[in-house]
Every structure is written in structure tokens, then in C-alpha cells.
């Protein structure tokens, strides 16, 4: 008989892999997403571009959910955005061919968690304090500093999304 653990990641202990200075951002990354799956389990795909009160969609936080990720571990690479993630960004809001339904949304999603926790795994914890130029000013910050921004503000937007979904549920 298995059990299932339904603590939040934080208590479940260490991720296989992860350095342990990383940890936290996993868990955080890993909870992300397991709340926003839990929330859009039967949310309609008619309702994801919906903005209560003037607010962002679902369809947005869970687009911009993705991307920040993907840029701000870019930024800890020490590598520029490429065209596709420049595309993706100015598109984040708008339903687009392969981002206009919740399936597709959160498969996005999860696949960039995934890509991310890899990254945390190949991270050096000597190279956290290195630093690192965010977006074309290239505004300094450290390796650590882009990672935990990212967990930081993927568990402010899954806040954000929870609630909207609620609310365009309920509507």
C-alpha cells in the first residue's frame, strides 16, 4: 500500500541531487506546481483569458509562470535571451497556436519546472555568489539572486492564479 505525502515540498525533506543551498527554490518550484495543477484539474479552457475586474487571466500567470523561470535561470547561465524567449515574452497574455488551452499551458509549465530542477542539479555552489547581468543593462545580481527571484515570483504569480481561478470559477 503506498501512501501519498501531502506536506508541502518544504517538509518532505531533500530533493535527490539538489544542492543543498538549492533546496529551497526546488521545493518551491515543485509546490508551484503541484498547486496550480491541483487548482486547474477541471478548470475550463473558455475561461482561461478571462480577467475579473481588470486583473491578469489564468491563461497570463500561467504563461508568465514559465517564463520567468526560463529567463531568470537563463540569466544565472550567464547567457543573453534568445529570439524565441523575446517572442514568448512579448506574447505572454494573449492565447497563441500551442498556449491557448489549459492542457497546453500546464504542460509548458511542468516542462519548465522540470528543465529547471535539472539546472539546480548541474549548479555549482561555488558559482553562487558569482555575478551575473540581468536583461540588456545587464543589472547585476548572483547566480542565487536570479534562482531565488525566480522561486519568489513563481510563488507570487501561483498566489495570483489560485485566486483567479477561484474567483472566474465562481463566476
Known sequence: MSTQDNREYWLRGPL???PALLQ???HALLQARDEVTK???HFPDEKLWEKPAGSASVGFHLQHLRGVIDRLFTYAKNEPLSQPQLAA???EGKP???NETVAGLLDAFHQQVEKALQQLKATDASTLTETRGVGRA??????LGLLFHAAEH???????LLVTANVVSAG
Do not use: D
Request: no cysteine; charged share 20%; proline share 7%.
Open 16 to 18: 535527490e541531487g539538489i
Open 24 to 26: 529551497p527554490i526546488a
Open 39 to 41: 487548482t486547474l484539474e
Open 89 to 91: 515574452l512579448s506574447l
Open 96 to 98: 497563441y497556436e500551442g
Open 138 to 143: 545587464k543589472i547585476p545580481s548572483t547566480v
Open 154 to 160: 513563481t510563488m507570487r504569480h501561483t498566489g495570483q
